[in-house]
């Protein structure tokens, strides 16, 4: 009987989030995101903010465009992370509107990518169908990203995220982004646990290569991530750095164009924190 009420409650409190989900979605006053003829994604005035109504970061016309490589840096707390799920279309919280292209195909890839339970091809074809992928070509990939030992259990079925480490899950992350080939990629510390050489080598030769040799152009690659590990990989090719410090954000190459901040009036973060963060962002162009 316990166990039955506590089956019940789980599923009163889902239907319940689904419905403030619902009705969040309907409110003129949150995030929204709409279909542009434009080629690139552009957030023309947007304040993303806390579900607390705290405003966290601003963005005030800043673009993703087609084949660009952009680095979201910053402290803990800036709100990478949740700029990245309010242009995924799953937070709601803020003002404004998100303008992506309406034949664009969007990736998004989170430090732990979701493996379904089942066969290691299905996993890795999520969300497709597995059969729309030929067992070929998903061993292939799996080559491709460093798993080779994983081709001839492609059709084992596993919890696989129970199985794995988490770098073996985030190759499986980028052998899923591969497959899909998205217009455009976002990669919120999709490689964090994996080393400086294989991070560098699976996002400038794997990804581009493979577009490339299929006559794509690359997808545009917008990634967030811990400041100093992702601003030395950034010097190996990235096109475009942003970095949200409670400071107007800086696009560092090419010039500076408008672009993102972490809002000023975030809880905690006063003048003396903005002089700190700015200071320590000067630090780190200087060397």
Known sequence: MAEWRAVVARLDGFESSIRSAEKLAA???SIHSVATPKREITLPQLLVKLP???PLVAADQFSLRPGERTLVTGPSGAGKSTLFRAIAGIWPFGEGTIEIPANAAVMMLPQRPYLPIGTLHAAIVYPGEAASVDAD???EVLKEVGLPRFAARS????????????????RLGLARALLHAPSYLFLDEATASLDEPSEAALYHHRIDRSSLDAGRPAPAQCRAGPRRRQVR???????????????RAKDLKPAPRPGLA??????GIGERGQQHRAGQHRRQQER
């Open 52 to 54: 607390n109504g705290a």
């Open 27 to 29: 409110d003129p006053d």
């Open 155 to 170: 059709e084992e079925e596993a919890h696989w995220n129970h199985m794995l480490s988490l770098g073996e899950q985030q």
């Open 233 to 247: 990989v950034a010097r190996r090719g990235q096109s475009r750095r942003v970095v949200l410090n409670g400071t």
């Open 137 to 139: 070509r998903v061993r």
């Open 262 to 267: 972490a809002h000023p009036a975030v809880p």
